[in-house]
C-alpha cells in the first residue's frame, strides 16, 4: 500500500489550516503497465459459488440439449450447459431478465469467469428460455434425483401445496365478453377506415407520383398491420372469456356473473392476490420430498383448482423415487372426496384437513348425541357465517341420521346426484318450530335446516380420525415449515412475485426454470458440506531471492518488473529528479543478477 502527502491552503471556506494527510492509493493504477496478467481464474474466490454451481452442473446430462442442435452450419453454437447454467445462477442472485443477464456477462466477474469471457446476447437468452421445455424438465428430475440420493431414505412421502404469482398483464386491462365484442366491433369499423384510406392513397399515387403520397401509404399499411394485431389479441381474448361463462354457467346457473379475461395474457385468470386485491394471476402447484427438500413436481395449471394436482404429483413422485409413496400431505384444497379415495384405494394415507369435527375436537363430538348441548358449547360450535356449519352435526351409522347441537335427529328426505356425478343425500330435521337454537342454525327463509352427505363424507371422516391422533397431528405440522419456506424463498429470497412470460406454456416452461434453480441451491449446499474435490490454490509467487538457478528469460522477466514497479512508484509519488532513485533500482538489480 503506497500513499501520498497533501497539503491543504491555509483557510478552506472558512476552517483554519489543516496538517498534511495521507491517503490510501490504488494497489493498481487504471494506465499502470502489467507485465504478468492475472489469470481469470484468480479473480473468482476459491469459496465461490460459481465454481460449485460450474461442478454441478458437469454432473448432469446434457445429450438431449445437445440433439437440439445441427452444429454444423454457421457460426458455433454455446453449448446448453453454460447457458442454462447462467439463466439458474441468475435466477438464484436476482438476474431475471434478459438483458440483465446480458449485462452480467459482459460486467460481473462471477458470470464473466463461468462463461470464460463469451458474452451472450439479450436475445439468445430470451429464445433459449423458451425452447427447452421437455429437456428442462428433465434436467429438474436429474437434479432431484441428485439431491435426493445423497440423504438416503427419500421419497417416502410428498408435500404438496399452491401459491398464486401474479401474471405479466394488468388487471385493469381484462374485459368481460360482451366488452370485447365491443372492442371488436369498434376495431373492425377502424380497420374499415384505414383500408378505405389506403385505397384513396392509392388512387392518388396513381395518378401522381409524389414522396408525400408514399409516405402516407407506408403508415396507412402500418397502422393497419396494427389494428389486425390487436383484434387478432381480442378475438383471442373474446373466444377464452365465452368458453370460461359457459362453465361458469353450467356450475353456478345461467344467472352467474360473467368471467373478465386479461387482454394481454387470456391464459390468467383473475383470481383474488394472496396480499389481497384481485389481479390476473397463475397457480403453480410444488411437491417437496420432507428429507431432502428437493422438488419433485412442479407445474402451473390450467385453473386455479389446486386438487388436480394430486395424482399427476403422486406419480411423478413415484416415478423418481421408484417405489410407493407412504404419505402425502396437502392442505384443505387439496382434500377432495376423489383424491382421498384414490390415495386411500392405492394404500397411501393422505394427511388433509378433510373439514370433519373429528379433526377439529369440536365440542360437537359427544357420547350421546341426542343430549342437547349447553348455551356456551353452543357458542363455541363452528359456525359458517352466523349459523352452525355442518361439523356442528354429528352422524349416526347405525341410524342414518345427523343429531343437531341440539340433540333433534336430521332423517334422509332425499338422494341424487350433482353436477359432477356424486351422489348424495340431503338430511332434513322436523322443523324450526320451537327451538331455541333456530336462529343459528336456520336461515330466514328455509323452513327447517338440511344437511348434505355425500359418497365421500366416510371417508372423510376416515381421514378426519387419523388426524385427530397425536401422531397425525406430528405428521401434518411438518407440511407447512418446509413448503411454505419454498414459497418464501421464491418469492422473499429470489424476488419472484410476477411471471415474466405470457401464455401457460410459457408460463409452465418458467416455473420449471425456477424449480430448477430451487433444486440447484439444494445440491449446492451438499456441496458446500462436501465438496467434490478441493479448489485449486493460487500459484504463489516467487520472491527475488529464489531465482538462483533458474533461466536467464525468468530473471530478465523479474528486473524488467522490478524497473516498471520502480517507476511507477516514482510518478505516484511526484518525482521528478530521478537519478538517484534508478541508481537504487540499478544496485538492486545487480544484487539480483548477482545472486
Known sequence: MCYTSIRFGDRVEGRPKM??????????????????????????????????????????????WERRYAGRRGQPPIHPRLMAGCILYGLMRGIRSSRDLEDATRERVDFIWFLERRTIDHSTFAAFRK?????????????????????????????????????????????TAAGLQRLVAACVEALDAKLAA??????????????????????????????????????????????????????????????????SDPDAQVVPNKDGGYAPNYTPVIGVDPVSRALVYGEVLEGSDESAAVLPAVAAAEAMGGAPLKQVLADANFATGANLEHLEGRGTPPYMPAGTALEAGSCAIRPDPTQ?????????????????????????????????PMGRPLSPVRSGHDRNGVAYTNYACPGSAGCPRAAQCVRKKAPCRTVRRDQYQELREQVGRRMATEAGRAIYARRAPLVEGVFAEIKHVMGIRQFLLRGLENVRTEWEWICTAINLKRLLALFGKSPIHEPRPKAPLIPAQSLRGRPVLCRLKRIF???????????????????????????????????
Request: hydrophobic share 40%; with cysteine; proline share 4%.
Open 372 to 404: 342437547p348441548l349447553s348455551p356456551e358449547q353452543c357458542q363455541r360450535l363452528p359456525k359458517h357465517g352466523k349459523h352452525f356449519a355442518t361439523t356442528a352435526f354429528v352422524y349416526d351409522a347405525a341410524k342414518d341420521c345427523y343429531y343437531c
Open 561 to 595: 518488473s522490478h524497473l516498471l514497479h520502480s517507476l511507477a512508484l516514482q510518478i505516484n509519488h511526484g518525482l521528478r529528479s530521478s537519478t538517484k532513485n534508478l541508481l537504487t533500482s540499478e544496485n538492486s538489480v545487480v544484487y539480483i543478477l548477482a545472486a
Open 198 to 263: 389506403l385505397a384513396e392513397a392509392d388512387r392518388k399515387a396513381a395518378e401522381r407520383a409524389s414522396e408525400a403520397d408514399a409516405e402516407t401509404r407506408v403508415r396507412e399499411q402500418e397502422d393497419i398491420a396494427a389494428l389486425e394485431a390487436q383484434m387478432e389479441k381480442l378475438q383471442e381474448a373474446l373466444a377464452v372469456a365465452q368458453a370460461r361463462d359457459a362453465v361458469r354457467r353450467e356450475h353456478n346457473g345461467k344467472d352467474a356473473p360473467p368471467v373478465r379475461v386479461p387482454v
Open 131 to 175: 425452447e427447452f421445455g421437455a429437456e428442462l424438465k428433465d434436467l429438474n428430475r436429474q437434479m432431484g434425483r441428485l439431491v435426493c440420493e445423497r440423504h438416503g431414505e427419500t421419497l417416502l412421502a410428498l408435500v404438496l401445496d399452491g401459491t398464486r404469482i401474479r401474471a405479466n398483464s394488468d388487471r385493469h386491462g381484462a374485459r
Open 19 to 64: 496538517m498534511d494527510k495521507r491517503w490510501a492509493q490504488a494497489p493498481a493504477c487504471r494506465e499502470q503497465l502489467v507485465l504478468f496478467q492475472e489469470r481469470l481464474d484468480e479473480v473468482v474466490a476459491p469459496e465461490h459459488p460459481i465454481r460449485a454451481v460450474d461442478q454441478c452442473l458437469n454432473l448432469v446430462d446434457w445429450s438431449a
